[in-house]
């Protein structure tokens, strides 16, 4: 039996250990491409089969880009734009079209760019890129009666972003768990770098989103239907790298200029916040609330983070008498 000692076995070792380097270089090269190209590209044709089947409701044409948006409730019934967090796109508010439009409420969801059936457009994803596009897209629709805003997690940092920027285009502001209020860490720093970064949302960053909504939903109902629509809008070219592109260039987590702002407008503010949420902490809505001493704060007592699509009852009725509250003449 052959054994090694000394330099010999150092340099045995070193071979080894470039060997290994080699393969996974090799694996790399060969898998980056791969794992954009196995995606299915979203353009035209892709858009007409989701229409014909149903999974999409109306495509609209933004100077931006191609917008998928849901679209429901009365003609003339107050507006209501609702803007979903990180990962699930405007799904996340599947289980709020129906009762908001029962209440005699026109609701308009959109699937950010980079989400769902919406366009990945190849540019910086800031808070600019935020804000403008829920501009566009209520120019595009004609909707010039102020509208009651949601937000929910980085959905609630956007929306007070656009609360920030055109307030007198705003009626009242709803916000659930949002973020803002915070650093938190969402993924290891070493992912946002260049190169790294890319390689590993290129070829990982689908799953672990699908992965963390699943866990998130782990002993909710909601959870097969969920996962559903993660798998529909993960299937296409663009998503992942969308989450890297926001995650370098937006820091929704910490927005205090924002927050105060809104603080500043009067409007009418309310947040939802699960007292057992661990993305972004309760005590963040301490934190918020010195910002906009007019929020009102309702915690639902023993939830996590996914209280939009999972607890959907328990925030509807906290958020459409706040919303019929704040239609009212001198409100």
């Known amino acids: 039996m052959k054994t090694y000692c000394g330099n010999g076995y150092t340099d045995t070792m070193i071979r080894w250990i470039k060997r290994a380097l080699v393969a996974l270089v090799a694996a790399v090269a060969i898998g980056?491409?791969?794992?954009?190209?196995s995606s299915e590209q979203l353009d035209d044709a892709a858009r007409a089969n989701l229409l014909s089947s149903g999974q999409a409701r109306q495509f609209v044409t933004l100077p931006m880009g191609t917008m998928h948006v849901r679209i429901s409730g009365p003609v003339n019934g107050p507006p209501v734009l609702l803007i979903h967090g990180g990962m699930v796109g405007g799904y996340g508010f599947q289980n709020w079209q129906k009762p908001l439009a029962d209440a005699g409420f026109r609701i308009i969801?959109?699937?950010?760019?980079?989400?769902g059936f919406s366009d990945r457009p190849d540019t910086p994803y800031t808070r600019q890129f935020y804000v403008d596009q829920l501009a566009q897209l209520l120019d595009t629709l004609g909707t010039r009666t102020p509208v009651h805003v949601v937000g929910a997690s980085m959905g609630g940092a956007i929306a007070t972003a656009f609360t920030a920027s055109f307030p007198a285009r705003v009626r009242s502001v709803a916000l659930?768990?949002?973020a803002g209020g915070g650093r938190v860490a969402v993924v290891n720093g070493a992912l946002l770098w260049p190169v790294i970064g890319d390689v590993a949302f290129r070829m990982f960053g689908s799953s672990y989103s699908r992965d963390v909504i699943a866990k998130a939903y782990a002993n909710s109902p909601a959870r097969?239907?969920?996962m559903a629509w993660m798998a529909?809008?993960?299937?296409?070219?663009?998503y992942a790298e969308g989450l890297l592109n926001n995650l370098r260039n937006y820091d929704a987590a910490w927005q205090p200029e924002d927050y105060a702002a809104l603080g500043?407008?009067?409007l009418p503010v309310l947040a939802v916040w699960g007292t057992a949420d661990t993305v972004?902490?309760?005590?963040?809505?301490?934190?918020?609330?010195?910002?906009v001493p007019q929020m009102k704060i309702v915690p639902l007592e023993g939830k996590g983070h996914a209280i939009t699509y999972g607890e959907t009852d328990a925030v509807l009725a906290a958020v459409i008498p706040f919303f019929?509250?704040?239609g009212r003449p001198g409100s």
Request: aromatic letters at 14%.
């Open 224 to 226: 097969e239907p969920m």
């Open 280 to 291: 972004n902490p309760f005590d963040q809505s301490r934190v918020l609330a010195r910002h």
């Open 264 to 266: 500043r407008s009067g």
């Open 32 to 37: 980056y491409p791969l794992a954009g190209w």
């Open 109 to 115: 969801v959109p699937d950010l760019f980079g989400y």
């Open 324 to 326: 019929r509250a704040a």
């Open 232 to 238: 529909a809008q993960t299937r296409y070219r663009g």
């Open 176 to 178: 659930m768990a949002p």
